[in-house]
RNA sequence: GCCCCGGUAGUGUAGCGGCCUAUCAUGAAGCCCUGUCGAGGCUUCGACUCGGGUUCAAAUCCCGACCGGGGCGCCA
């Protein structure tokens, strides 16, 4: 093995009873029984009891091995030498894969020692993770704590099975520019100012999107990354200023050959990581559908409480709150809660009244005047309202969401926007209340059927709904004012309700391009401005290609169950988007400043 | 820019107007202990984020700042 180590701290055994060895690893554990000293040896394998005794202890110089023994503390670095023997009888550890043997200590030496520690890095009883600043701060200490290496082995062995497949489908990794131009589109960005042309900056990349383009262009036809992006927006649970994304792009192809590629690649993952069968094709969902039954472009789809819209049902029926919403062009939609899923239920089997209450109530947090309710009896509808729906009404509503005797049906009525957000909301909502999670395993879905623009509320004009390099189906862009109807070849993909990836078929038509550009607001001139390059490229032979990029951190966090994606990065920022554990950003001295030409306006307040 | 939640020994917590010179655990320092393993026993150390205010009395209530987190906006 190394110089300083025979073996690593998780891997003798009964096997190797009566070896010699010597282990190297940090003292997370230590036991002074007055003589007898345990220390728990761990390094990034395992852990392993060492033990002195100093009447079995055959060691050339004793007094000096007691005395470096007796000045070892928490988290000091040691390395230890001695045979593996069988531990006392009853004094085995079986939670431990080498709780059998133990090391007889012949020698040790202390290689670092460690001030005492600010936090726990052994694992404890109950959870004393120390505040997260704190853990950021001392993140090298973090790092030590066995989740959370394993969360950052984790993390690598995904990215590598995941190269592994794409090397053996011909895609070459290609490392794109990090000092990029920046551009008006998209996120703010990171600028980095340039010393040899004073007064002008480059931009960190938001994603590699044109390079990967111009690498098709190039003739790459495969093309991965596993690239880091920035982005100046401000923080969430699952983001950060820079993040990395499985980036992807592929030549002479179409939608399909991209979608089924993907699937490819995660089946593959799933068969070397768990070892377990991921079925593909992914199943689809069209925005639109998305929109009425989830409530979400980012769908989770691995429970029912799909919302059913009901408001041509109900539109003649006489009750007053239906009507007004209806009368201001409002819908109304109805979520069958089964009986099944119910657990509060009251004698009678029905659902409680104050759970109905508490979800009138979380209605009303969500921008909901409401929430009307009907119960199914074995009689048909019932609740305080049925008597203003005629029967044939109620009997239409049944079918439509086939409700059986014991379920309870909610409805949500107002504006289209407001009802379908709050539906998906409720929809999670009633999921984690009644734990309809609990054992679910993973489903990705295919989000498609995106059009190409939305309108900005703010300025009235279209924005892209992706972004401007999409390829519209057909290659065709409905003229005049129908052009906001225009489809894009574009498709999200979503993992148990997060967007864990987005791509789409680019315009390698330059006039394709051009028109986009166009209909976005941008005359020639802007777009030889910002796009120049891009145009020039499209014009020297493009071929037709498309791909995808996916978000790695945030995969492995859902994979891994934790709750931040800063749990499986190294060296996350916080929300400030501080590094703590180096202090950056900070100021920096008047002469860097004047070297690059830039005068500082922010407060000199130190 | 806005909204919500939180800030008590190194760490995690209890306390939420007077029982607080503040609980418990862990840690650190020291002592005891020859088979533990999240060892055990004894001793010691160590904290109310800051600034105003209310009150006879503030860790506790109010206001503001600061710090941290979650969210909205933002993220083509």
């Known amino acids: ?153 984790f993390r690598s062995k995904l990215i590598s099975c995941a190269r592994r497949y794409l090397e053996t489908q011909g895609f070459i990794e290609v490392e794109t520019p990090m000092l990029t131009r920046s551009s008006r589109e998209g996120a703010r960005d990171f600028l980095v100012p340039s010393r040899n042309m004073p007064g002008q900056f480059y931009a960190l990349p938001q994603s590699p999107q044109l390079y990967k383009q111009m690498l098709m262009v190039g003739g790459v036809e495969r093309y991965y990354q596993v690239a880091r992006c920035f982005r100046d927006e401000d923080s969430r649970a699952d983001r950060q200023p820079e993040f990395t994304q499985l980036d992807m792009e592929m030549s002479f192809v179409e939608m399909e050959d991209i979608l089924s590629m993907v699937e490819g690649m995660y089946a593959y993952v799933w068969k070397e990581m768990f070892d377990e069968h991921l079925p593909t094709p992914f ?176 300025t009235g004009g279209l924005t892209s709904f992706h972004h401007p390099f999409v390829r519209p189906v057909g290659d065709v862009i409905p003229e005049g004012k129908d052009c906001a109807n225009g489809m894009g070849h574009s498709y999200d993909l979503v993992f148990d309700g997060s967007e864990i990836g987005s791509g789409s078929m680019r315009n390698h038509d330059p006039e394709m391009q051009r028109k986009v550009f166009g209909i976005l607001g941008m005359d020639e001139a802007t777009m030889q401005k910002e796009f120049d390059f891009l145009l020039e490229a499209l014009e020297f032979g493009a071929p037709p290609h498309g791909g995808v990029g996916m978000g790695v951190d945030r995969l492995c966090a859902m994979l891994l169950g934790c709750e931040s994606i800063r749990d499986v990065i190294a060296f996350p920022k916080n929300k400030k988007f501080q590094s703590l554990v180096d202090g950056a950003p900070t100021k920096v001295e008047e002469a860097k400043l004047s070297e690059l030409q830039l005068l500082c306006l922010a407060d000199e307040d130190d």
Not at 285 to 311: H, N
Request: hydrophobic residues 35%.
């Open 1 to 153: 093995m190394e110089m300083l180590r025979t073996h690593h701290c998780g891997e003798l055994t009964k096997g190797d009873l009566g070896k010699r060895a010597t282990l190297a690893g940090w003292v997370r554990f230590y036991r002074d029984h007055g003589g007898v000293l345990f220390y728990d040896i761990a390094d990034s394998h395992g852990s392993t009891q060492a033990v002195f005794d100093p009447v079995a202890t055959n060691s050339e110089d004793l007094d000096r091995l007691e005395k470096v023994l007796n000045n070892i503390g928490r988290e000091y670095v040691i390395t230890v030498t001695g045979v593996v023997r069988d531990r006392v009888e009853g004094t085995t550890d079986a939670r431990n894969p080498t709780g059998e043997i133990e090391v007889l200590i012949e020698d040790a030496k202390v290689l670092n020692r460690s001030k005492p520690i600010p936090f726990e890095v052994a694992e404890q009883k109950n959870s004393m993770l120390p505040g997260e600043d704190l853990r950021l701060k001392y993140r090298y200490l973090d790092l030590r704590r066995r989740e959370m290496g394993s969360n950052l082995r």
């Open 283 to 458: 199943p689809r969902i069209e925005l639109k559908d998305s929109l009425a039954r989830y409530g979400t472009d980012a769908p989770d789809v691995r429970f029912g409480l799909e919302m059913e819209e009901v408001t041509d049902l109900v539109k003649d029926a006489p009750y007053e709150i239906f009507q007004r919403v209806l009368s201001k062009g409002g819908m109304v939609t109805c979520i069958d809660l089964k009986g099944s899923l119910i657990k509060e239920q009251d004698t009678d089997g029905s659902v409680g009244r104050k759970q109905v209450d508490r979800l009138i109530d979380w209605a009303k947090s969500q921008g909901m005047g409401g929430l009307t309710w009907m119960r199914m009896t074995p009689d048909g509808l019932s609740s305080n309202i049925v008597k203003y729906f005629p029967e044939e009404v109620r009997q239409a509503i049944v079918e439509r969401t086939d409700a059986q005797p014991g379920d309870l049906l909610l409805y949500l009525a107002g504006p289209r926007e407001t009802v379908l957000r709050a539906g998906g909301q409720l929809r999670l909502k009633l999921a984690k209340d009644l734990g309809l999670l609990e054992g679910k395993g993973h489903q990705f879905v295919w989000l498609v059927s995106c059009p190409l623009f939305q309108k900005d509320p703010a």
